[in-house]
């Protein structure tokens, strides 16, 4: 029960530690926690049968840009295989397979490998403050009560989808 208060940077320190058998969080850890585990094997899986992942910061170019041209090559080179690749082989996820052989760490090729499944299975949802302002905050407090025992599925599902819903009722307003 106590470990619903744990900050996320106690948490990663604590699990690169040995000191907590798990930690929950994202693949923005992997590179630290790559280089910071030396004492024990280690390992990612998906949260069986949610939607955990998140296409994180998609690349945009809105409609009324002066630079359109300019932005369309920038995607395009972040996109490109090369870059993929170092992305990849830095311990980031790559958004495009490019075939190649990769030589990053086992694990960081499992959070590819995982991210590659929910892409393929359809679970990728936007970033969790995208559908409602100050929606994470929500998301992490309904969560905590979930972990902690203080309320039921239902009753998180109910307070998750409460700001979500009321964002859309007041979009166009």
Do not use: C
């Not at 320190?13 to 004492?39: C, E, N, T």
């Not at 395009?76 to 397979?97: C, E, F, H, N, Y």
Request: charged share 20%.
């Amino acid at each position: 029960k106590d470990s619903a208060g744990v900050k996320a940077e106690d948490m990663g320190v604590s699990f690169m530690q040995g000191k907590h058998p798990i930690m929950i969080s994202g693949s923005w850890w992997y590179g630290r926690l790559a280089s910071g585990i030396k004492d024990f094997q280690w390992g990612s899986f998906l949260w069986p049968g949610l939607t955990a992942g998140s296409a994180g910061n998609m690349w945009v170019v809105p409609a009324g840009s002066k630079n359109k041209e300019l932005a369309y090559d920038f995607i395009q080179i972040t996109m490109s295989p090369q870059i993929q690749d170092k992305l990849r082989d830095a311990g980031g996820v790559p958004l495009v397979d490019t075939g190649s052989a990769s030589s990053a760490a086992p694990q960081l090729k499992e959070v590819a490998e995982n991210f590659k499944t929910l892409a393929a299975q359809d679970r990728l949802a936007f970033y969790p403050d995208w559908p409602a302002p100050g929606y994470y905050d929500v998301q992490v407090s309904a969560v905590q009560k979930l972990i902690t025992g203080t309320a039921t599925p239902h009753q998180v599902m109910d307070e998750i989808a409460k700001p979500y819903q009321e964002n859309l009722a007041n979009v166009g307003k």
